[in-house]
Structures are given as C-alpha cells and as structure tokens.
C-alpha cells in the first residue's frame, strides 16, 4: 500500500494531528439537556429549518439509553455520527487496506459514523475481514459507537466483494429478475449477497435501486428492476427481506427515482421534468413498497426534479427530502445523500456547503463528501453560528443511534 506522504512529513503530522488547526476537544463533554440550547433567535432559527422544523425529534420519543449516550458526547461526536466515508478520506491513504496507528489517530480525530469500501480496500479474504473487523473495534474502542461498514454490492455489474475476490456466487442484474418477476428467486439473491458481505463483516448494503424505468437513456440501465412499478416494489420487497434475513441493513435508492433522468449525475447535474402526479403514479409506489418492506435506509439522489419547484439536487431540497420522503410517504428511517463527491454536487457545491444545504433539508447521514474534514467543519461551524439548531443535528443523531442499538453497535 502507497502513502501519499513521506516518512518526515508522517512525523510531523503525527506530532500535530491529522491537520493543522486547533485542537480538537475529543473528551465527552456533559450538556444541560438532550436537546441543547444555541444563541440563535428563534425567529431566525425558525427560518433556518423550513419544513424540516415539523421533524425535530420529541424528547419523549427518544430512549433513555440514547439519551444518556448524546448527553456524554460532545459536538465534534455526534456531527461525525452523520457522515459515512471511504477510509481514505480519513486516513489521507491512496488506498487503505489494513487498519494502523495513523488511520486510529486520524479516526480519533474525526470520529465519523462509518465507512464505504470499494475495490481498492480489497485485496484478499483475510485481508478484508481482518480490514471490517479491526475498524469496528478501532470505533468501538474510541467511544463505544461502532461502525456503519457499507458497501456497494448490488449484483450484477455492480459489485465490490464479488468483482474483486471472485469467491462467492455471482448475481444477475436486477433487470433479469424483474423480468422473472419472481419472489423466492429474487429472495434467494438478496440472501446469496447478503451472506457472503456478512461474512466479511458488512453490516449496510447500498442496494437494492427502487428507481423505475422510465427513459431508455437513464443512467441506470440494467441496474433497474423494471418499468412497472409495482414489479419493482415487490422485487425490493424481496431483495430486502433476503438481505436481511443474514442481517444486513438494505437501502432504497435513489429517491425520488433516476429512470426518468437522461443524464449521469456521477458527472454533472440532470435535471428530470416530472410532476408530482406523475410521481405519484410511478415513481412512490415503488419506494413505499421497499419502505414497507422495513427499508430503514433510503438514499436520496442528486436529481434536480422539476416538480420540487426550487431547483435544487434532491438530497438538497426540503421538499423532496421532508415533504415527499418523511410526510407524504411516512417515512421515518433514515435518510441518506447519494455520494458527495460525485460531480452533480462536487461540480457546483463546496463539500461544506453541500452538507449543510443536505442536513437542512432533513437529510440524517452524507455519504462520502468530496472534503470530509471541510464538510465536518462546516457544519460543526454552522452549528456554533446558529445556521443549523443543535436539535436538528440531535435529532438525526438520535435515530442513527436507535439503528446501530437495533444492530448490535452500541456497548
């Protein structure tokens, strides 16, 4: 593996942090209340949350247990708890494949919600357990929160594990299931998936795509179930359950629906022209399947549809975000951004602004900023200034926290 420093610009890091800046308070500090107090006015803390204000966690719907755990940390913690990353933009590796003193001490730094891993994380089969294995206790041992380990493993052309160590099953694209249209088949290839990524110590799977095919120059293609919509909510439904039956969270993506656009948001913004009832008719049905098939992930894309009426990315818009995906569809799991650092974002945004603009809107977790530490920073800055109430963070906060208690994450 390649470092991208040399051994004298290692020392000195090491002796100042992963960065130069100013201390960062890694103790839990104790806080007056689960929901704390800022110096903002109400009236402008009013307009900073939009429709999201309607969301705000209620004290009384949060456990004792994860109330006692958001009171012991402190800002840096929890704002962290809200990103997922790949490891090297914790690390400042080229490619990380083993867990050493330089990714904990960067990890202690920035103590994130967990890790997506691609094919330059793998090398081998002991390698990669021993790579899942050794970062969730690195996590567990800092503060006792371990990891959301994440993986893009949606069959087909889309793999990670497979694609790299050759091991386990092959799956087909999803398009050939949907055309078989059949439960116990498509069952049996979430649960093949879900098998072997849990044997590596997996716990989150970004899959399966709930979009509907709508234009044949989508960006998705094969990736798809179908143009039927109630097709492509029963074949979720069964890859679901499939996966996690060897308990490995699924995710619904990419809300509100990519088979319509005629453009790759990996590389700059596409803009879809729908209209809500349109939506309604093909697009929801879908994801309210997945949903009720106890998707407690849904992955919101970088779309600019046209029926949200303010031009925004998707996973930027309060409307598609609040209104569509949490009231109109009752959701209330947890709602995740489509890569950051993919062009439709990293193009237009800078990372921080990007992940404020998301967590606003009623996002709980951004995936895989183009900057992390700028995106963590930003945020935490956003906080302190007032721009973002502390109860939204709390409020995201607290339902990761609830999930990773549900998984087993949590000492």
């Known amino acids: ?34 929901v704390e107090q800022t110096t903002q006015k109400p009236t402008e803390a009013a307009a900073a949350v939009t ?73 081998y089969d002991q390698q990669l357990r021993d790579l899942l294995s050794q970062s969730q206790q690195m996590a567990l041992d800092y503060n006792g929160i371990g990891l959301f380990q994440s993986v893009d493993e949606e069959g087909g052309t889309i793999t990670r594990v497979q694609s790299s160590l050759w091991t386990p099953p092959a799956v087909e694209d999803m398009s050939y299931y949907g055309k078989l249209n059949d439960y116990n088949t498509t069952y049996e290839a979430g649960r ?21 095919y709508i234009s044949e120059t989508n960006e998705l293609g094969n990736r798809i179930f179908s143009s039927d919509p109630i097709v492509v909510a029963d074949m979720c439904t069964a890859m679901i359950k499939g996966l996690k039956s060897q308990k490995i969270e699924p995710t619904l993506k990419h809300f509100p629906g990519l088979g319509a656009g005629t453009g790759n948001t990996h590389y700059a913004t596409v803009e879809i022209d729908r209209t809500l009832d349109e939506m309604r008719i093909t697009e929801f049905p879908a994801f ?38 949490r009231n109109e569809l009752e959701y209330d799991g947890l709602i995740i951004t489509d890569s950051h650092a993919m062009g439709a974002i990293s193009n237009t945004y800078t990372s921080d602004e990007a992940a404020i603009m998301s967590i606003k809107a009623g996002v709980d977790i951004i995936l895989m900023p183009y900057d992390l530490r700028t995106a963590v920073d930003g945020v935490k800055a956003a906080v302190n200034s007032g721009k973002i109430p502390l109860e939204r963070i709390n ?14 994450l949590l000492d």
């Open 192 to 212: 093949t998936i879900g098998g072997y990524i849990a044997d590596y110590g997996f716990n989150l799977n970004f899959a399966p795509v709930a979009d509907v």
């Open 1 to 34: 593996m390649k470092k991208i420093f040399l051994p004298v610009l290692f020392l000195s890091l090491m002796l100042s942090g992963c960065k130069e800046q100013e201390p960062v308070e890694l103790l839990p500090v104790a806080v007056p209340s689960v």
């Open 51 to 123: 429709t999201t204000q309607a969301t705000l966690a209620n004290e009384d719907e949060i456990s004792p247990k994860i109330k006692r755990r958001l009171k012991k940390m402190n800002l840096q913690e929890k704002i962290c708890q809200m990103f997922i990353a790949t490891p090297e933009k914790s690390s400042y590796y080229d490619s990380l494949t083993y867990v050493d003193d330089w990714f904990r001490t960067c990890y202690a730094e920035y103590p994130i919600g967990g890790f997506i891993y691609f094919n330059a994380n793998i090398s």
């Open 288 to 325: 309210k399947g997945g949903i009720e098939a106890g998707a407690d992930f849904v992955m919101v894309g970088h779309q600019v549809v046209s029926a949200s009426g303010d031009n925004l990315p998707a996973d930027m818009s309060s409307v598609v975000v609040t209104d569509w995906l």
């Open 395 to 408: 409020e995201s906060v607290a339902r990761i926290l609830e999930k990773k208690d549900e998984m087993g």
